[in-house]
């Protein structure tokens, strides 16, 4: 048996009051009741009311309780029986109140060791582990932007009726030669095509196929609103005269064009009530099956020279062609080429057969300025792709149209496709060019015309830029 201490320090009240010994404090106490193990005399401990000089605020003195497992439970926390160095500490609330509490010196490392003897979270360590990419993360780095599923009902619409007019000659050819390979159809495509071959509805200039119907049809309006396009006008032009529309400029497609003179969804009979305008396109399209018939419906004309000749001449209260107006996109398909978001190249300086043909009929001049008809798309440029831009000329002298190359957006995206953009549209028709009918017109009276022609077009530019064109980053250019 190990021999006692000498004058070994009571740790009872009592003891320590008879010796006059002051009090321990809890945090002697507790310590040497760890360090001294089990102490029998001590299991039922009762509050302790410091007396004397030590004024530490005390709460009540409950030991911790040892379990025959050799596990120690302090303040609701268990620990192992070998973690006996502890470390006290003094808390301090918002009021003043002090508590102190005991915790082992490696708290963090018992609690692991704990939270480990569960099996519900133990996990094994993965010394090599290999991932294989996220799935998704190229869609996330991608630079196409996809359409979202909610898109509203009408935004649809005007997708899909801007989508049937950008591929309606394709859709409507693709028809006719799919009704070519069923042989029921071939007694009604034989005379078809004979009536095809020699038809001259597209330059008679009488317009009989023209339906006011299909012009006024509600889905036009879902086709203007699309970018949206506006009609503006500058200046009432009386219906007893006959007028020739100059539209600039040409853009990729017209939409602009098609959307104010083709139908009523920018409301051009009532800003120009009576006057009946016909917009002009290639012949060639009107030697397309089934896309001819489309176009003559929707009020179209060839812009051959004897097609406006009679369209200008023919019909009217006076069947002489008062009241009737003809759109000429001026210019043309070498225009295109030249077409840029944000900026303005025309085809002008040396396009004088239109000024030529007002005089000859006796029609006013009238300049359109279509403000973002060169937003719509983009395209590779001639300065960057000189070789491109060179085969592209070729076609265009030998064909008489070129093929620009071209993209936008797409029906579900917004970075790739052929569909326009979705950039405001405005047309502004200027003032009118009084001119006088000459049947073999003088050079010089083309070229002042023409020059009053160009001044117009350039107030619209400068009047109306800061209004409709805030973005564009060049002025007014002529390239030809």
Request: include cysteine.
């Amino acid at each position: 048996m190990a021999p006692a201490p000498l004058n070994p320090e009571p740790s009872r009240p009592e003891e320590r009051e008879e010796q006059h010994l002051p009090p321990k404090t809890y945090k002697d106490a507790t310590e040497e009741n760890l360090g001294s193990g089990t102490d029998k005399e001590n299991n039922n401990p009762s509050q302790y009311i410091g007396q004397g000089e030590d004024t530490t605020i005390r709460s009540p003195s409950k030991k911790p309780s040892h379990k025959k497992n050799g596990s120690i439970k302090i303040n609701g926390l268990k620990y192992k029986k070998s973690d006996t160095h502890l470390l006290v500490e003094d808390f301090e609330d918002k009021d003043g109140q002090k508590l102190t509490s005991t915790k082992p010196y490696d708290f963090a490392k018992a609690i692991e060791l704990d939270e480990s003897e569960k099996p519900i979270r133990r996990r094994k360590e993965a010394k090599e582990l290999v991932s294989g990419r996220k799935a998704g993360a190229g869609w996330e780095r991608s630079g196409i932007r996809f359409a979202p599923l909610n898109v509203p009902l009408k935004r649809r619409l005007q997708t899909f009726v801007v989508l049937w007019h950008t591929l309606s000659i394709a859709i409507l050819l693709t028809t006719f030669f799919f009704l070519c390979a069923i042989p029921l159809f071939w007694p009604l495509l034989f005379p078809y095509v004979l009536y095809l071959l020699f038809s001259s509805a597209g330059h008679s200039g009488t317009l009989f196929r023209r339906s006011q119907y299909l012009r006024s049809m509600r889905i036009w309006s879902l086709f203007a609103s699309y970018f949206p396009a506006r009609l503006h006008r500058s200046q009432v032009l009386p219906p007893t005269r006959k007028y020739v529309f100059g539209y600039h400029p040409h853009g990729i497609i017209s939409h602009g064009a098609f959307a104010a003179f083709a139908t009523e969804a920018c409301g051009f009979s009532q800003l120009f009530p009576g006057i009946t305008n016909t917009l002009l396109t290639l012949d060639a399209n009107f030697r397309v099956p089934l896309y001819r018939d489309y176009a003559l419906a929707m009020g179209l004309a060839s812009v051959s020279r004897e097609s406006c000749e009679n369209l200008l001449s023919k019909g009217g209260p006076n069947g002489e062609g008062m009241g009737r107006a003809i759109t000429i996109v001026v210019g043309g398909a070498r225009e295109s080429l030249d077409a840029q978001p944000y900026t303005l190249r025309l085809v002008l300086k040396r396009r004088k057969g239109f000024v030529k043909l007002a005089i000859r009929a006796g029609a006013d001049l009238v300049p359109v300025l279509a403000f973002g008809e060169n937003d719509l798309y983009d395209q590779v440029t001639g300065t960057s792709h000189p070789a491109i831009h060179k085969a592209q000329i070729m076609v265009k002298k030998a064909l008489g149209f070129t093929i620009p190359l071209f993209h936008a957006r797409g029906v579900f995206n917004y970075d790739v496709g052929l569909m326009p953009y979705r950039r405001p549209l405005n047309i502004v028709v200027g003032k009118p060019i009084k001119v006088v009918q000459q049947k073999a017109p003088d050079a010089a009276y083309v070229d002042e015309i023409h020059g009053l022609y160009v001044e117009e077009l350039e107030r619209l530019w400068r009047e109306w830029k800061g209004e409709f064109a805030r973005d564009m980053d060049s002025h007014l250019e002529y390239v030809d």
